[in-house]
Nanobody, 116 residues
Framework: QVQLVESGGGLVQAGGSLRLSCAAS????????MGWYRQAPGKQRELVAS???????IYADSVKGRFTISTDNAKNTVYLQMTSLKPDDTAVYYC??????????WGQGTQVTVST
């Protein structure tokens, strides 16, 4: 069974940086798409960034130019480098992986809190 384990969240001041990691229990090459979602209290979960097996990238408009998604296949890990953090970035961040059209996997989430 696929397991996704997130790490790297924490408390940071506005303008600071964090790098989130998502370590998979096996090769991430089996997934069509991997990405990061976030959910703030009282809000819907939203896509932050995604990367396909072919290398196509998608970023939410709110994070373009500030966040970068990347993978390290040798480490079975997906990263989200976050810079110039804003209080509105405060949320629980979830790693997501999709295989074909009907297999979806989620990490447990990691809290990111950006203070002023």
């Amino acid at each position: 069974q696929v397991q996704l384990v997130e790490s790297g969240g924490g408390l940071v001041q506005a303008g600071g940086s964090l790098r989130l990691s998502c370590a998979a229990s096996g090769s991430i090459s089996i997934f069509n798409t991997m990405g990061w979602y976030r959910q703030a209290p009282g809000k819907q979960r939203e896509l932050v960034a995604s990367i396909t097996s072919g290398g196509s990238l998608i970023y939410a408009d709110s994070v373009k130019g500030r966040f970068t998604i990347s993978t390290d296949n040798a480490k079975n890990t997906v990263y989200l480098q976050m810079t110039s953090l804003k209080p509105d970035d405060t949320a629980v961040y979830y790693c997501h992986a999709q295989k074909r059209s009907w297999f979806n996997y989620w990490g447990q989430g990691t809290q990111v809190t950006v203070s002023t």
